[in-house]
């Protein structure tokens, strides 16, 4: 759906959407804290864990720089896309009814691209 988006606006409310549907999948995030406290005991298991959420990473950042001026995000795509990951499947935010995911997804991607393009205008 993202690389449907024709607009960084449509973009933002596609990824905003989507991390907010999954609100509701708690097995997601516990999977990803069992995970971690078993990486802790082995290097290997952390290694290829890390390069797999590295990569996961990359990818949502690199699709989602069409939000930028010039599809340039002022951010690493690994930083951008761990913005997003971290926020969708963070398990804080079962706790709050009324704050979803993909509203704090919004304002961030949205300030991102507002402050980089201030930043480029001449």
């Not at 010039?70 to 709050?96: D, F, I």
């Not at 995911?101 to 507002?114: E, N, T």
Request: with cysteine; charged share 25%.
């Amino acid at each position: 759906r993202l690389d449907a988006a024709s607009g960084a606006d449509e973009a933002i409310a596609t990824v905003c959407a989507w991390a907010s549907g999954l609100q509701h999948e708690p097995d997601l995030r516990l999977l990803v804290l069992d995970l971690t406290r078993l990486a802790r005991n082995d290097a290997a298991l952390s290694e290829r864990h890390r390069r797999l959420f590295d990569e996961q990473w990359k990818a949502v950042g690199s699709r989602l720089a069409k939000i930028f001026p010039e599809g340039r995000s002022p951010v690493a795509p690994l930083v951008l896309g761990a913005l997003v990951m971290e926020l969708t499947y963070g398990n804080a935010m079962q706790l709050h009814a009324e704050l979803r995911a993909g509203d704090l997804i919004g304002v961030a991607l949205r300030a991102l691209r507002d402050a980089h393009r201030d930043q480029a205008a001449p």
